[in-house]
């Protein structure tokens, strides 16, 4: 039992290491950017920045996802995925599985590429368009958070 509480709680810090930063990146530095006066395009001093947490959230996206996927098969609660009630748990694996994609291959194959040859031409433009997409991905990974709390302790909202 201890091994489950072990991953439960290495899920969970993860997870707010994870999406807290997610969050800082979204609230507070992309439209501190936006506002600054900088001499140089606003998008390669992000990237900048968020090259760190790029680094941080591959790493922190493998452990939440080794430590839920170890939390089912303890469980043994993979028929869950077959319940609507448990939608929680789709949407958990869902922001899991756009962020893998998206850090594991979207951002190293093309997405850096092709985000930087737009900056080039429309600076602000793309800015607006990465606010934007963090933004979505912020508010669905809130949803699985508090989905996730409320559902594993038998509230679903149904
Ligand atoms: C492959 C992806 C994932 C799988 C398989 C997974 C699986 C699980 C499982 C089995 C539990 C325990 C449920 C229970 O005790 O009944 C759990 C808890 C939790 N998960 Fe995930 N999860 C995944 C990704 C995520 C993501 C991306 C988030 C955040 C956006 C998240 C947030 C949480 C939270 C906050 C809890 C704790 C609930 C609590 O004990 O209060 N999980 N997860």
Partial sequence: MEDL???RALHVLAVVL?????ALITTV????IRRLP???NPVVFFERIERRFAFQA?????IAGLSGFYMLYRL???SRYLSPTSWWLHAMTLVWLIFTIILFVLEPLLLHKRIAERAEKDPHGTLALIERAHWALLTLSLIA???AVAGSHGWTFG
Avoid: D, H, K
Avoid at 29 to 32: D, N, R, V
């Fill in 5 to 7: 509480a072990f991953a």
């Fill in 18 to 22: 994870w999406i807290g930063g997610v």
């Fill in 29 to 32: 530095l992309l439209p501190a």
């Fill in 38 to 40: 900088l001499s140089e």
């Fill in 58 to 62: 591959r790493i922190l996206t493998l």
């Fill in 76 to 78: 043994n609660a993979w």
């Fill in 145 to 147: 958070v508090a989905g």
